[in-house]
């Protein structure tokens, strides 16, 4: 087992303090699997707008279920890349000894249930310089660990690499706080109150992680996954769910926030204006009037995807065709407008457009490999009919369902003269008459 010794710690405070003890070109927790460890002066404080979810990253070195240090290993991980904030957790460890709870029953419970910790004492996510030597000390000492029954380590290559990939994530600041950004809020009750624990700690939650952006991805999976809907209904649909999410979370996340019973947000706009002007009175004062905020060119739901010099060849393509001919469904108009087109960008549907592509594939100046100037080509042939306006992702999805439907064909051909033997051998090794079911 590699451990991590006296001097690797004494050494790595020295370097993270910046002292002179920390020029002798020692090199600090040393693994062989997690290769060369960088210079402690080498790792920069970087932070990212875009954070990583730190449970996915604690789980990508995939551990086995029945191993003796599996549980050992989470918790050192996770207070590896956690860091309590010691005056609340002081003050927790003191309420709960006076509720009766000695010091090794308090050990416990952090130790295997830290539920009731997590829900009222904030932790911190340290800078790369910090948090890499943290995270990098769990997995030399816990990976190579040799269960006593399998006889197999903690950690096999496949997780050695992902452990590799984890530290490199970290020295790129995708898992530190950000400075100055307040990670927590406090929970609230149905009165707009900060609800506390039995042990009256104020409760706390945190906005890290991606599992409210799953919850909220599983209600539009349920919204549209069975049912079939067009653009337009779906835009309306989606702002419609937009808005009622966001007066949710700011009834439960934001102070003075009034619960009202209802979505019609513009009505306690026009209410909460016409109280103010009449009697100097605010009926609600942590509301913000969105009817006095000025509409900006900003959307939503369904936007534009194309590039300018794209946009410019439709438009050119637009003056050479027929505007009587062209006669769009309520959808299509809907998707065009949507996106400020005079057309709507669609994927390959007709046939009218696989025999052009066939065409285009055979013209040698056609770009196939370059997928904006393609779809800019494309709109040489456009018609507003048959033929509509690509995407470079439509064009780069055709081209490869083209190259493989061209291997299949290619792959038949070949095959035909075996396909006739085997046909062949079926014709002749079959049952002259249908067989008869035995009576039982």
């Known amino acids: 087992m590699i451990s991590v010794t006296e001097d690797d710690i004494t050494y790595l405070q020295a370097a993270i303090l910046e002292s002179e003890q920390c020029r002798t070109g ?26 990583g979810d730190i449970f996915h990253a604690m789980d990508r070195p995939k551990v086995p279920v029945k191993h003796a240090s599996k549980k050992g290993y989470f918790v050192a991980l996770q207070n590896a890349f956690f860091i309590w904030d010691e005056d609340q957790m002081a003050e927790l460890r003191e309420r709960m000894a006076k509720a009766g709870k000695t010091d090794e029953e308090i050990d416990s419970e952090l130790y295997y249930n830290s539920k009731l910790f997590r829900g009222c004492v904030a932790r911190r996510v340290p800078p790369p310089s910090i948090l890499y030597w943290r995270v990098r000390a769990v ?16 950690f096999n290559s ?55 952006t799953e919850a909220y991805h599983k209600g539009l999976v349920t919204t549209f996954g069975s049912w079939i809907c067009g653009i337009e209904m779906s835009d309306c649909l989606l702002a419609e769910r937009r808005h009622r999410h966001n007066q949710r979370v700011s009834e439960i996340r934001r102070l003075d926030f009034p619960i009202l019973g209802h979505f019609d947000t513009w009505r306690v ?45 439709l438009e050119e393509r637009m003056k050479e065709i027929d505007a009587s001919s062209v006669k ?80 299949v064909r290619d792959s038949v051909a070949r095959a035909e003269k075996g396909q006739s033997a085997l046909d062949k051998l079926n014709e002749v090794i079959k049952s002259a008459k249908p067989s008869t079911p035995a009576v039982a």
């Open 26 to 51: 020692k090199t600090p927790i040393p693994c062989d699997q997690l290769g060369d460890p960088p210079r402690p002066s080498d790792i920069a404080d970087i932070f990212s707008s875009v954070l």
């Open 158 to 212: 496949r997780a050695w690499a992902k452990a590799r990939n984890v530290l490199n994530e970290i020295r790129a600041g995708l898992y530190s706080d950000p400075p100055g950004f307040e990670m927590y809020t406090y929970k609230l009750d149905k009165n707009g109150e900060v609800k506390k624990n039995k042990y009256g700690m104020k409760m706390i939650d945190s906005i890290r992680g991606t599992n409210r």
């Open 269 to 313: 706009d026009a209410i909460q204006n016409l109280v103010w002007k009449n009697h100097r009175i605010q009926i609600y004062p942590g509301w913000t009037n969105a009817s006095d905020y000025k509409d900006t060119e900003e959307s939503f739901d369904t936007v534009a995807l194309h590039s300018q010099p794209l946009h410019d060849a």
């Open 139 to 154: 997995f030399a000492l816990y990976g190579n660990i040799v269960d006593s029954d399998s006889k197999k380590p903690l």
């Open 328 to 407: 769009l469904s309520r959808e299509n108009k809907y998707l065009a407008d949507s996106v400020g087109a005079k057309l709507p960008f669609l994927p390959f549907i007709s046939d009218e457009e696989n025999v052009l592509y066939a065409h285009c594939v055979l013209d040698g100046n056609f770009p196939l490999d370059d997928d904006e100037k393609a779809a800019i080509a494309w709109c040489k042939h456009v018609d507003g009919v048959k033929i509509m306006p690509k995407l470079p992702v439509h064009m780069r999805t055709h081209r490869e369902a083209f190259k493989r439907n061209q291997r």
